[in-house]
């Protein structure tokens, strides 16, 4: 085993998905995750992927993510909003809660701790 990942998707099947219906606020998004790293402990690296559509976000987990492409709009559930485009970087922290909207399909790599 190397100690080292280059974060390419290449060979890599993308898994596909979308949110629960019950969380679907409007659109139909669907969600293209490449996972290139899932390491002991509850750690998950790689680049998703969605489609315009809002739905209602949830975090028991932590992540880092860096918006590859695309504009996408954050808002929490106390009404802060925040529009990420290409080279926006955020953290989520377990317990937040709001809306994920993707105005323009967007990609981003990310980094989840469980």
């Known amino acids: 085993m190397t100690t080292y990942l280059r ?3 290449a060979g890599i099947e993308p898994e596909t998905g979308a949110p629960a219906e019950d969380r679907i606020i409007s659109g139909a998004p669907e969600f293209r995750t490449w996972n290139a790293e899932e390491a002991d402990g509850g750690l998950y690296a790689g680049i998703w ?3 315009p559509g809002k739905w209602k976000i949830v975090y ?12 996408s709009v ?3 559930e106390n009404g802060e909003t925040f ?21 323009e399909t967007t990609r981003k790599d990310y ?4």
């Open 7 to 9: 974060l390419d998707t």
């Open 83 to 103: 529009h990420l485009r290409a080279g926006d970087r955020m953290i989520l922290r377990p317990g937040f809660k709001g809306t994920w909207e993707v105005i």
């Open 49 to 51: 992927e969605a489609t």
């Open 111 to 114: 980094v989840i701790r469980l």
């Open 60 to 71: 028991d987990e932590w992540e880092y993510f860096h918006i590859l492409s695309g504009h």
């Open 74 to 76: 954050v808002t929490a």
